[in-house]
């Protein structure tokens, strides 16, 4: 029962560099999210979907893109990493916006 | 916008005794949910709570909410040390498409 799968579990990236954090659920859930985990602030929403092919900003989607094409995967992608952008990364997934959401395992990304 | 807070953010509290969490939000929203988050962890969903007066109650937790005040608690009844964890509230924001906004946590120690 794999659950949410997050894609790489750590990444260490330089400052400017590129990359695409995967999200893979097999739950046939609907909604898929991507929040960002900081000390002393609660987990933030960057940017959701509530099916295949749409995605909606979240409180903080600058720096960060999506896609959405297949409904079992949601991907995040950092075009110019910035040590801003150092966090913890978690995905969820949830059938929908009365349900609750089933977590990922964490990617913990540091930029240098 | 949405926002969610939680008081208090930091809790010590001895084994055996009772304590609440409280959780408030700034918009309309009958949908809240209680996670549970061990250090280094990811979440885990406790309770959903989808309706005024609605109650729920697992072992020694017990959530609630009241709509109209746009207040949720989380009650603990004789703590015990397994309870020691972050605690999440999230608000599903039905005017916004659904995003899902969490509050900033809440750090519970029980002590022996």
């Known amino acids: 029962n794999a659950g949410v799968t997050q894609t790489p579990k750590f990444r260490v990236l330089k400052t400017g560099q590129s990359m695409t954090l995967l999200c893979a659920q097999d739950?046939?859930?609907?909604?898929m999210y991507w929040y960002r985990q900081d000390p002393g602030m609660g987990l933030r929403l960057i940017h959701y979907s509530v099916g295949e092919g749409t995605t909606a900003k979240g409180e903080v989607p600058d720096g960060y893109n999506v896609s959405r094409l297949k409904k079992q995967n949601f991907l995040l992608g950092l075009e110019s990493a910035a040590p801003s952008q150092t966090s913890v990364y978690f995905c969820?997934?949830?059938?929908?916006?009365?349900?609750?959401?089933?977590f990922g395992q964490g990617t913990r990304l540091t930029v240098v | 916008e949405l926002k969610v807070e939680q008081n208090p953010l930091f809790l010590s509290m001895q084994e055996g005794k009772n304590y609440t969490i409280y959780c408030n939000y700034s918009?309309?929203?009958?949908?809240l949910y209680w996670y549970r988050q061990d250090p280094g962890k990811s979440l885990e969903s406790l309770f959903v709570?989808?309706?005024?007066?609605a109650v729920k109650q697992e072992g020694r937790l017990m959530a609630s909410l009241d709509t109209k005040a746009r207040l949720s608690t989380l009650h603990i009844t004789a703590a015990v040390h397994d309870l020691s964890a972050t605690y999440f509230c999230a608000v599903d924001d039905e005017t916004s498409y659904d995003k899902v906004i969490f509050g900033p946590g809440t750090s519970l120690s029980v002590i022996p």
């Open positions: 709570l989808l309706s005024n007066g």
């Open positions: 918009t309309t929203s009958d949908r």
């Open positions: 739950m046939n859930h609907e909604y």
């Open positions: 969820a997934s949830s059938y929908g916006g009365n349900t609750e959401a089933f």
